[in-house]
Structures are given as C-alpha cells and as structure tokens.
C-alpha cells in the first residue's frame, strides 16, 4: 500500500523560504514520476513541480527560478524547496506519485494515482 505524507508547510512572509516534504512507503522511488500540486482558495488545483525517474524535472511558468523539487533515494523523500515566496504562493500542496515515468506519464495533465494529505502553505504580504 503506497502512502505519501507531506509536512513543512507553515505561515511565513513574502520573501521568505519554507521547504516541503513528502515520506513515500510501499512506492519504488526509482520508477515513476513524482511532484508537487497545490490548491489556492478559490481555485483549481494545479501543477507546481515535477520529477522524473531519471532525475528530468519540470516546473510551472510562475514558479521557475523560485522553487527545485529533488527526491532523496535513501529515505524514500520528495522534496520542494520554496524561496522568494509570494502571497500568490498560498495554497495547500500536495505530493503526488503514479507508478510509471517518460514524458508520457511524467506531465501536469496525467491523472496521478497516489495522493498525500497536504500540507498548508501562507505567505503573508
């Protein structure tokens, strides 16, 4: 049974950095592609960073240069850092993991099989 389990998020202000974590159980780490979603209130939820099973990363327009995702083999961990946060920033996150990788699998628009709880993120202004 695979289980993904974020933390790190909290309130912080515009400016400044949090880093999010993601404990995946039951999932080979080494296979499939893995990222970051978020959810704004009032709105729908979107793709923020993703990872491949080669180490291929992809990030959305609006947080490029701001945030690296990075998975650590030794202990089965997705990571995302976040620096130069902005109001807009403001979501619950998401881990997100599916069994398979490659470009056809490993892209915003696939439907992801495994979920974690989330995480809330607050960036004050």
């Known amino acids: 049974q695979v289980q993904l389990v974020e933390s790190g998020g909290g309130s912080v202000q515009a400016g400044g950095s949090l880093r999010l974590s993601c404990a995946a159980s039951?999932?080979?780490?080494?296979?499939?592609?893995m990222g970051w979603f978020r959810q704004g209130p009032g709105k729908e939820r979107e793709g923020v960073a993703l990872i491949d099973s080669d180490g291929s990363t992809t990030y959305a327009d609006s947080v490029k240069g701001r945030f690296t995702i990075s998975k650590d083999y030794g202990d089965n961990t997705l990571y995302l850092q976040m620096n130069s946060l902005e109001p807009e920033d403001t979501a619950m996150y998401y881990c997100?993991?599916?069994?398979?990788?490659?470009?056809?699998?490993?892209?915003?628009?696939?439907?992801?099989?495994?979920w974690g709880q989330g995480t809330q993120v607050t960036v004050s202004s």
């Open positions: 039951g999932y080979t780490f080494s296979r499939g592609c």
């Open positions: 997100a993991a599916q069994p398979y990788g490659g470009s056809w699998w490993c892209n915003f628009g696939t439907t992801y099989s495994y």
